[in-house]
């Protein structure tokens, strides 16, 4: 997957560096914790270990390899831990057959930090793991005001009043009016992406989302709080400010893919690389919100979820080629739907827990009961492509699927029957939504592209382009 570059954040973070080299001490935990990071800890950390190095703390930094201390204060030139990572040597770090030399201007930081005395900032414990450092220090960068290029729309939402449209952007969710498909906020956002969302009843909108690699998380944000007005668009601090940050469930150390609540807002599940699926119980409120479980039933990343409308059934989709199901009561696996035998992206259950629906990257759509023995009541093709992601029509017993096909498709979710296919995107359909009225469904796509239809008659509403700045582009004339 394309990821968005910020070219303007790293610059800014070079100059700083420099300019920090330059004129006050540098800082081990700011500047030189964050170059081991990204050249070194891919071996030197606390399972590789190789030459026996761990380096996620100072400590151990200090300690050294199988050799001891590699550093010694004051004199980069006699510090083998410089002296290996600027040499002419055959013998460099990182090894010359496994990866490219540090850039000159990193080394030049390392060998300052070493010539300032190799010193730990104040306020950081000798022991403390650099990762976890990091990642709490580290700072989300302010979202470009005209997108470099567009960004796949990985998740969306209706507001409760279906007079506007949610999707998640670049460190950033955006808020587009409907009909007219006009950016009206932009909310700020810690992650750099939101894989998953869903509106509370009170009008506060949870998401999941992350940096790959790097951190996931669940947060809630209050949308109509205030925020400042710029070119006509209305901008809230989502990181900072906590009247629109109003409640920051969990962390964890990689993306959160899919998130769920129940329709009483009583119950939410969120889960994703880690394996895991978090739920919540939300009935005291957000202030109390406490976690009753972390469901690990999947041997890979969990891509997809849904609740029962009881809260008793948790469903959910694997990149291990599996559909299960959780029941949240009893706190045990009753269902693992196997059928896919190919990634399974997608999941989604009937209100009163009597089907389960599942989506996969075999290009099908199945049915199978959520009580049951793990047995297909039925399939349906349709789709050319992977099909990414599933919804149920909350008003009626309808489904929507998303494909890479280029399409989204509406289905009779009692007899599977196909309904309309809703056309007119040029690219993969990662994610699909209902309005909470049921009348409109929405999808977005690969290249930034959010289209609406009505589901009555499969007409489309408006074809508009999600990344700010960027103008929507008239689809191609379909080549004959
Ligand atoms: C691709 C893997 C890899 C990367 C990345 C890597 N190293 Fe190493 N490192 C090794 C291996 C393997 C050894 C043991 C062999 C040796 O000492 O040459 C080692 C040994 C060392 C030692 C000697 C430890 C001792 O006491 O014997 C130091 C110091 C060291 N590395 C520093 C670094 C630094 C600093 C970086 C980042 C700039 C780095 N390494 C990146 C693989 C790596």
Not at 136 to 154: S, T
Not at 221 to 249: C, F, I, R
Not at 414 to 443: C, I, M, R, W
């Amino acid at each position: 997957m394309r990821s968005l570059r910020a070219p303007a954040a790293v610059v800014v973070c070079l100059l700083f560096a420099q300019s920090a080299s330059a004129q006050k001490p540098v800082s081990f935990i700011n500047d030189v914790a964050p170059i081991l990071k990204e050249n070194c800890f891919a071996c030197h950390d606390t399972k590789k270990k190789q030459g026996k190095y761990d380096m996620t703390s100072y400590e151990k930094i200090r300690a050294g390899g199988a050799n001891g201390d590699p550093i010694a204060p004051g004199k980069p030139e006699a510090s083998e831990f410089h002296d290996l990572i600027v040499t002419k040597e055959q013998r460099r770090m990182p090894p010359r057959d496994k990866g490219e030399a540090v850039p000159k201007e990193k080394a030049a930081v390392i060998a300052q930090w070493i010539k300032e005395g190799a010193k730990l900032d104040a306020g950081v414990a000798a022991s403390a793991d650099l990762v976890k450092e990091l990642r709490v220090r580290w700072k989300p960068p302010v979202p470009p005001k005209v997108y470099p290029f567009p960004i796949i729309v990985n998740a969306l939402a209706f507001a409760p009043d279906g007079k506007s449209l949610v999707a998640g952007g670049h460190h950033e969710l955006t808020v587009w009016e409907l009909p007219s498909g006009k950016l009206v906020k932009r909310v700020h956002t810690r992650a750099e992406r939101a894989y998953g969302m869903a509106f509370l009843p009170d009008g506060k909108l949870a998401v999941a989302g992350g940096r790959p690699g790097q951190e996931g998380d669940v947060r809630v944000y209050n949308l109509s709080a205030k925020g400042k007005t710029e070119d006509g668009v209305e901008v809230l601090d989502g990181v900072n400010d906590k009247a629109v940050l109003v409640k920051h469930l969990f962390d964890v150390e990689d993306s959160v893919l899919c998130l769920a609540i129940t329709a009483d807002g009583k119950t939410l599940a969120a889960g994703g690389c880690d394996r895991a699926v978090r739920v919540f119980d939300l009935t005291e409120g957000l202030d109390k919100a406490k976690l009753t479980q972390t469901v690990e039933n999947h041997a890979d990343w969990v891509l997809g979820c849904s609740l029962s409308a009881d809260g008793k059934y948790l469903v959910t989709a694997g990149r291990d080629k599996t559909a299960k199901v959780w029941d949240l009561k009893a706190k045990e696996s009753v269902v693992t739907f196997p059928e896919h035998q190919n990634i399974v992206y997608g999941v989604a259950v009937k209100a009163d827990g009597s089907a389960g629906f599942s989506v996969g990257a075999d290009k099908q759509l199945r049915t199978w009961k959520p009580n049951g023995e793990g047995k297909q009541v039925k399939n349906a093709g349709g789709h050319g492509d992977e099909v990414f992601k599933i919804a149920y029509n909350p008003k009626q017993p309808m489904l929507a699927t998303s494909s890479a096909d280029r399409t989204v498709r509406l289905w009779n979710a009692d007899t599977l029957a196909a309904g309309k296919t809703l056309s007119g995107l040029s690219d993969f359909v990662y994610t699909v939504a209902f309005s909470a009225d049921g009348e409109f469904v929405a999808g977005g796509t690969f290249d930034g592209i959010i289209g609406v239809w009505k589901v009555s008659d499969g007409a489309p509403v408006k074809l508009f382009s999600a990344s700010p700045g960027i103008a929507t582009k008239e689809p191609e004339p379909k080549k004959k």
